[in-house]
C-alpha cells in the first residue's frame, strides 16, 4: 500500500479585545441586546465612512512582532465582494495584496521536540453579524443580529507546514496561548472569539507537489479542529486509494459524529473581486511606534516556561502546566514569592488549585477565592508544621468559601496539630491495647503494619497528629 503524507495549512481568525468597533465607535461589549450596538457605519448605510481603530492596529502589531513578523509599514485595507446575509454592506473590509504583517512564525513543543509552522501572513479585518436560523424554535424566519459587525479581527494564516492532525492541535494550542499571553483575545474558541479554518491536503510520501485540497470549518474547540482534521485525511486517502480525485470544496464539521460534510464549492480569491477600500487611506506605521510596541512585549509562553524550570528547578512538567496562560504564570510566581519554596507552590497549584479552577465555569484564576498570599500563607504553615498534611487541605478546603486567613481558620476550628506529647501518648496506648493481634504481627517482624497505627492515631485524633511524631512514640513503645 502506498504511503501518504497529510498536508495542512491554518487560517485562524482571532477576535481583538477593542473596547469599540474597528471602523466606528460602538462597543464590542458581548452579550448586548441584539442590534444596539451598531451605527450608519457599521450598518454599511451610504454615505457613512470608516474611521480606523487604533487600538486595534497596536494589537495586530503585538502578535505580528511576537511571532517574528515583518510589520509593513504601508499596508492597504480592501473590500472583499461577497453576499453576506449577516454584513449589510455587501463587503468586508479586509486586507488583500499588502497585509499589516508578514512573515514570523509560531514555535511550540510536540513530543519534547522544538516546532516552527511559518506564517504567510497576519492581516486586519472586520467581522460579520450573526445570523440566529429558527431551527427547533417554531420560527419560521431567521433573525439576524448586527452586533458583531465591525468587530475587529486578525487573521492569522499559516504556511501549509503542518504535517498531522496532533501538530496543528499543538500549534493551535500555542497561537491560543499566544493571544492570551499578548492580552490581544481572550482565546475562546466555544465563544467564537477564536475561529479555525483548516485546509487539509494529501500526497503520497516523496511527491513534492501538493495534492487538492478541502477547507475545513466549523470546530468550535482544539480538539475538535484536531479530530476534523483527522477525519479529512482519513476520508481523502480513501477516495483517493480507491481511484478518486478530491474536489476543491469547504466542508462543515460536525462534532456529534466527527464527521466533515461537504458545504459548497470554494469560492477563488478573483471571484471577490478585491479592490483597495477607496474610504480608507494607506496605513502607516512609523518605525517608533513598531519599537514601542515591540518593548512593551510581556515575556512570552515558551521562554517563561524555559524561566521556571531554570530558575526555580520545577520539572519541565510543571513549567509547562504553570506557563499555560499568563494568569496562572503569575499567580504561581506570587505564590512563590510568599513560600520562598517554588516545588511546594507548584505542587499545591498543580493538585488542588487547578483541580478546583476546572469545577469553575469561567477557567479563570484571577476569580480564584483562594489568592496567592492566601495560598502561600497555608503552604509556609504546612512547612513549618504549624498544621498537618491532612489539615492542611481541610484548610484550603475551607478557604474556598471563608474569606479568613489559614492562621486564623486553624485557631478557629481547633486544627493546630497535636503538640503536647503526653496527650498523643494517651491516645497511642489505646490503640496499643485495642489491637492485640496487630501487635504481635508488628513484633514479629511485620513491620508494614506501622502504617496501620499511624493511621488510626490519625483518626483517632482527626488528622491533627503529627505523623511524624505518632510514628516514632509507636516504635518506642512497640520496642517495649
Ligand atoms: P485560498 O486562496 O484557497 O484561500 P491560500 O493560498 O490563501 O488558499 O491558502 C489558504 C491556506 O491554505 C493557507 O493556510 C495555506 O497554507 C493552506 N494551503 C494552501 N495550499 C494547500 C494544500 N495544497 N494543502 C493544504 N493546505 C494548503
Ligand atoms: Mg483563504
Ligand atoms: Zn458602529
Redesign the pocket.
Known amino acids: 500500500m502506498r504511503e501518504w503524507e497529510p498536508?495542512?495549512?491554518?487560517?485562524v481568525h482571532a477576535q481583538l479585545l477593542t473596547d469599540s468597533k474597528i471602523f466606528c465607535g460602538c462597543s464590542t461589549r458581548f452579550g448586548q441586546s441584539p442590534n444596539s450596538s451598531t451605527c450608519p457605519v457599521c450598518l454599511g448605510m451610504p454615505g457613512s465612512l470608516p474611521v480606523l481603530n487604533q487600538r486595534a492596529v497596536d494589537f495586530a502589531m503585538r502578535m505580528i512582532i511576537a511571532t517574528g513578523g515583518e510589520v509593513a509599514t504601508e499596508s492597504v485595507f480592501a473590500r472583499k465582494n461577497y453576499f453576506y446575509p449577516d454584513l449589510p454592506k455587501g463587503y468586508q473590509i479586509s486586507q488583500y495584496d499588502r497585509p499589516i504583517g508578514v512573515g514570523g512564525s509560531i514555535t511550540f513543543i510536540l513530543d519534547g521536540q522544538q516546532n516552527s509552522v511559518q506564517l504567510?501572513r497576519i492581516h486586519l479585518e472586520e467581522d460579520a453579524g450573526k445570523s440566529l436560523h429558527p431551527e427547533g424554535s417554531g420560527d419560521d424566519y431567521s433573525r439576524v443580529d448586527l452586533n458583531r459587525c465591525g468587530t475587529p479581527l486578525i487573521e492569522i494564516?499559516?504556511?501549509?507546514d503542518i504535517r498531522s492532525a496532533e501538530e496543528a492541535f499543538a500549534y493551535l494550542h500555542a497561537l491560543k496561548q499566544l493571544v492570551e499571553y499578548l492580552g490581544i483575545c481572550d482565546g475562546n474558541m466555544e465563544q467564537g472569539s477564536l475561529r479555525c479554518d483548516a485546509?487539509?491536503?494529501v500526497r503520497p510520501k516523496g511527491q513534492k507537489e501538493?495534492?487538492?485540497?478541502t477547507?475545513v470549518k466549523n470546530m468550535n474547540s482544539i480538539r475538535g479542529v484536531q479530530r476534523a482534521i483527522a477525519f479529512e485525511i482519513d476520508r481523502q486517502i480513501a477516495i483517493l486509494e480507491s481511484g478518486g480525485e478530491i474536489q476543491q470544496q469547504t466542508l462543515l464539521y460536525n462534532d456529534s459524529d466527527g464527521k466533515c460534510y461537504p458545504m459548497r464549492s470554494?469560492e477563488?480569491?478573483h471571484d471577490y473581486r478585491y479592490f483597495p477600500d477607496p474610504d480608507l487611506v494607506t496605513l502607516e506605521v512609523a518605525p517608533d511606534w513598531i519599537a514601542g510596541v515591540k518593548a512593551a512585549l510581556p515575556e512570552l509562553p515558551l521562554k517563561r516556561r524555559a524561566r521556571f524550570v531554570e530558575q526555580y528547578h520545577i520539572p519541565e512538567y510543571d513549567a509547562e502546566v504553570l506557563s499555560t496562560s499568563r494568569t496562572l504564570a503569575d499567580y504561581f510566581e506570587a505564590t512563590v514569592r510568599v513560600t520562598n519554596n517554588p516545588k511546594a507552590a507548584s505542587n499545591w497549584i498543580m493538585t488542588e488549585v487547578l483541580a478546583r479552577i476546572k469545577d469553575q465555569p469561567s477557567d479563570n484564576i484571577s476569580a480564584f477565592a483562594i489568592t496567592p498570599d492566601r495560598l502561600g500563607s497555608l503552604i509556609k504553615m504546612t512547612l513549618s508544621n504549624q498544621i498537618t498534611g491532612p489539615i492542611a487541605k481541610e484548610v484550603f478546603e475551607a478557604m474556598l468559601t471563608d474569606p479568613a486567613a489559614p492562621e486564623d481558620i486553624v485557631a478557629a476550628r481547633g486544627l493546630a496539630p497535636i503538640t503536647d506529647t503526653s496527650e498523643l501518648e494517651r491516645i497511642i496506648d489505646k490503640i496499643i491495647e485495642e489491637s492485640p493481634d496487630e501487635v504481635k504481627r508488628f513484633k514479629g517482624g511485620h513491620k508494614k503494619l506501622m502504617g496501620f497505627f499511624v493511621g488510626s492515631a490519625m483518626k483517632a485524633t482527626e488528622g491533627k497528629a503529627d505523623p511524624k511524631l505518632a510514628t516514632e512514640l509507636f516504635n518506642r513503645k512497640l520496642a517495649e
Do not use: C, R
Request: hydrophobic share 30%; proline share 5%; charged share 30%.
Open positions: 498536508v495542512i495549512g491554518l487560517e504567510n494564516v499559516s504556511e501549509p485546509n487539509v491536503s501538493f495534492g487538492t485540497k477547507e470554494k477563488e480569491s
